[in-house]
């Protein structure tokens, strides 16, 4: 965390020549909303003086109760590098809601993960992310619609030719490192057209933040290419879908808490209460790292897809993994959200359960160190390993039954997520889609 000032961010705009600020917020689906305002303004703006109208942004507010305040995080300060300096640049700052009294708006999902931190807090702890979001380029038509014609036929970690993503990938990564991204690495994904970018872990509020952020630059760079960037998670049957693995570790008085240098893999009880806590509430929290019908399109097997529900040191098939690092690299790595997820409400809801983890000493099973995805039937249920929801709607059930979970997102969101959840789910559901065209058109 930077710290800055109201004193620093006036200063910042003033030298950097800043016309416009886009003032930023996320809607309970993680979708980027924001009011723009002029230099003129920003001293207002930075003391929360800033109204805008809730009622016109879906799960927000009534009607009747519509007046939202903005107020900034001064730390997330910066400037848009891709956009033209003449005539003055533009910049933004991430903002919670709030509202007309001065009460945090239970709506908003940034205060709803800064809620799930306090309670990690007062327990002492301080939750880091290192999220590994993966995404398509794909071609766009003569009237600059997006299809789902890759811009190549590349696979893992190839070079070009055969990555004609790496010009974009390249000036996406030199975009974010301009806005104070610290960058770790970028690379073709096994899929054709798909592609990862990896930052440095951070603070979780941070990582949210650099996560919505990140989502936003990717396709603002991708659009400058003539090419339309999807972090729809299966886009394409028949091809690997698109993750958002999720890293995280406590730390406590500045020491990593998942570590112990007395445990034979280097764990500590409280990394493995987190790992109970997890795989206790996986299901429900699938409703929320997994949050659309396409999601599960991906967690089949095969593909790669984390489905069971198990944990494991060594491979790959299981639900929650543990990297090879030790001492303060110590993390789990959590493998079935997808990038369609609100950053905001993933984290807090994965904290969730990990505290519930910790405060009620939950074991986790042991360790599965054998390939799940070539297990048969019988042998899981031996191991008593389980599968993840297999649809939105049937994550939506678990999550409606799963208390901890809900006291995560809180009353509002609660609400507001599944009546937009169920109505989605019941489109799709009464839709008649190509594939039921094309098997049963002429059969019957």
């Given at each position: ?5 109201k004193?620093d961010v006036?200063k910042?705009?003033?030298e ?8 930023q917020?996320t ?5 980027i ?26 799960g ?28 003055g ?10 509202k ?28 880091y992310?290192?999220?590994?979001p ?49 960058m ?25 933040d ?19 960037a ?50 206790k ?32 040191s ?25 990038p369609?997820?609100?950053?905001y ?20 099973p ?63 559901r ?15």
């Amino acid at each position: 965390m930077n710290n800055l000032t109201k004193e620093d961010v006036l200063k910042k705009a003033k030298e950097l020549n800043v016309k416009f600020i886009r003032l930023q917020f996320t809607d309970i689906l993680g979708i980027i909303k924001n009011v723009a305002i002029t230099v003129n303004q920003l001293e207002d703006a930075l003391d929360g003086k800033i109204m805008f109208d809730g009622s016109s942004v879906d799960g927000f507010t009534r009607i009747n109760e519509s007046d939202m305040y903005l107020k900034p995080d001064y730390d997330t300060f910066t400037v848009f590098p891709w956009r033209p300096k003449e005539g003055g640049s533009v910049a933004r700052l991430i903002c919670d809601v709030y509202k007309p009294d001065g009460t945090s708006f239970g709506g908003d999902p940034r205060q709803v993960l800064k809620k799930v931190l306090d309670e990690a807090k007062e327990m002492g702890y301080e939750m880091y992310v290192g999220p590994e979001p993966e995404f398509f380029l794909f071609e766009k038509d003569e009237n600059g619609e997006a299809t789902t014609i890759t811009n190549d036929q590349g696979g893992y970690f190839d070079l070009a030719p055969m990555d004609a993503g790496q010009d974009p990938r390249r000036d996406i990564v030199l975009a974010l490192e301009n806005m104070g991204f610290e960058m770790e690495a970028s690379h073709h994904e096994v899929a054709p057209g798909q592609h990862e970018i990896d930052f440095k872990y951070d603070h979780a509020l941070r990582t949210a933040d650099n996560v919505a952020t990140f989502k936003f630059v990717v396709k603002a760079i991708a659009d400058s290419h003539d090419l339309h960037a999807t972090f729809m998670p299966k886009p394409i049957f028949g091809e690997n879908g698109s993750g958002m693995h999720v890293h995280q570790s406590l730390f406590k008085d500045g020491e990593n808490a998942f570590y112990d240098e007395d445990d034979k893999l280097g764990l500590s009880q409280v990394a493995k209460y987190y790992i109970g806590g997890l795989l206790k509430h996986a299901k429900a929290i699938a409703a929320i790292t997994n949050p659309t019908v396409n999601s599960y399109k991906r967690l089949v097997p095969g593909y790669e897809a984390p489905v069971y529900l198990a944990w494991s040191s060594s491979n790959r098939s299981s639900l929650i993994r543990i990297p090879a690092a030790r001492g303060l690299g110590t993390r789990l790595e959590m493998r079935n959200p997808d990038p369609s997820c609100n950053p905001y409400l993933a984290f807090a809801v994965m904290l969730k359960a990990g505290l519930d983890g910790i405060k009620n000493q939950i074991e986790p099973p042991a360790e599965v160190l054998d390939n799940i995805y070539t297990m048969n039937a019988d042998r899981k249920e031996d191991l008593g390993i389980e599968s993840l929801p297999s649809s939105l709607k049937e994550a939506l059930d678990y999550l409606v039954n799963d208390e901890v979970i809900q006291s995560a997102l809180g009353e509002h969101v609660l609400e507001h997520f599944l009546d937009a959840k169920i109505i989605e789910w019941d489109i799709y559901r009464t839709q008649v889609h190509q594939w039921e065209l094309d098997q049963y058109l002429r059969v019957y």
